[in-house]
């Protein structure tokens, strides 16, 4: 997707997320190796200002316009994300195994929250419905999930 067409998509999803009169927002191509995100955001919540980056040398998705989707939820979700992350420091010493499951378990349910939505709003409102599988294909094979585990015997 061209420089062009990916602002076009960017000022269509900040729009349809009713971000745009509440944030000032930025979209950035990222040229640089180390990179090693298909998209991230930079946040000034105080100024409520965002930078959206995407990776333009190496995406693990092939359908940008997904990956603005789903960097546009995170904002859209940031005060969530904020307060919760608020609750867990306040209430869990850092480094405890609480405080490890406690964050863990937020961050991966916030994650599949965001992709979740990312599918729904891409599906009924994008223009590429093509949903990206460019880090299922780094994966292990579902019979590698199971390696190393005890069977269950059922009596």
């Known amino acids: 997707?061209?420089?062009?067409?990916?602002?076009?998509?960017?000022?269509?999803?900040?729009?349809?997320?009713?971000?745009?009169?509440?944030?000032?927002?930025?979209?950035?191509?990222?040229?640089?190796?180390?990179?090693?995100?298909?998209?991230?955001?930079?946040?000034?919540?105080?100024?409520?200002?965002?930078?959206?980056?995407?990776?333009?040398?190496?995406?693990?998705?092939?359908?940008l316009e997904e990956v603005i989707v789903h960097e546009l939820l995170h904002l859209k979700m940031y005060p969530l994300d904020q307060v919760t992350e608020g609750l867990i420091d306040a209430h869990y010493e850092k480094g405890s195994q609480a405080y490890d499951f406690a964050y863990g378990q937020f961050m991966l349910t916030l994650e599949q929250t965001v992709s979740e939505l990312t599918k729904c709003y891409l599906l009924s409102f994008g223009e590429n419905k093509t949903l990206s599988y460019g880090r299922v294909k780094n994966s292990v094979g579902f019979n590698d999930l199971f390696k190393g585990l005890k069977p269950y015997n059922i009596k």
Request: hydrophobic fraction near 35%; aromatic fraction near 12%.
């Open 1 to 63: 997707m061209d420089i062009a067409k990916l602002e076009e998509r960017f000022e269509y999803w900040i729009k349809q997320l009713r971000i745009k009169n509440h944030w000032d927002i930025s979209l950035e191509l990222v040229d640089d190796s180390t990179f090693n995100k298909t998209g991230d955001f930079r946040v000034d919540p105080d100024d409520k200002k965002a930078i959206l980056l995407l990776n333009s040398r190496n995406p693990y998705s092939l359908n």
